[in-house]
């Protein structure tokens, strides 16, 4: 009985300190932290995308849809943007361009060198520099309505 009494003392001693306040916090969860992990969500990267897209000046709503259909970065806004700045391509023309850009490939810097070197056209310099994901959708086409 000396040891449960004792134990009681030292539970009262600590909360009149405010010692098991300390203790409760430490042991139990901070209800805060699981609404914390909602917001260190990772972003899609076709709302990556879309969002640079759309920051960058892109305000066509369909046109943003299309471009970043499928994105696993935000690698074709980047060369939308890029080839509507230095380039002379038609939206629409910027659209089938870097539709299927990725990280890995650079159509907008391919686009560029070849028509700073006269290589062309627009249709052929196009063909050249589209990636390669492009030349399979001809043959089975997806629209997005």
């Known amino acids: 009985m000396k040891s449960s009494s004792l134990r009681f003392r030292s539970c009262l001693s600590l909360a009149s300190t405010g010692g098991l306040g300390a203790l409760l916090l430490l042991v139990a969860p901070a209800s805060g932290h699981a609404q ?6 990772a972003v899609a990267p076709q709302v990556s995308c879309y969002t640079a897209a759309s920051q960058g000046g892109l305000s066509d709503d369909y046109v943003a849809t299309q471009l970043c259909r499928g994105a696993r970065s935000n690698a074709p806004a980047k060369c939308f943007l890029r080839v509507q700045d230095e380039g002379s391509l038609t939206q629409g023309q910027a ?3 870097c539709q299927f850009a990725t990280d890995d490939d650079d159509p907008a810097a391919c686009y560029l060198q070849a028509r700073s070197k006269s290589f062309g056209d627009d249709s052929r310099i196009l063909q050249l520099c589209q ?3 492009t030349e399979f959708l001809r043959y089975c086409p997806v629209y997005v309505q």
């Open 36 to 41: 914390d992990d909602d917001d260190d969500e």
């Open 95 to 97: 659209l089938q361009l």
């Open 131 to 133: 990636p390669p994901v």
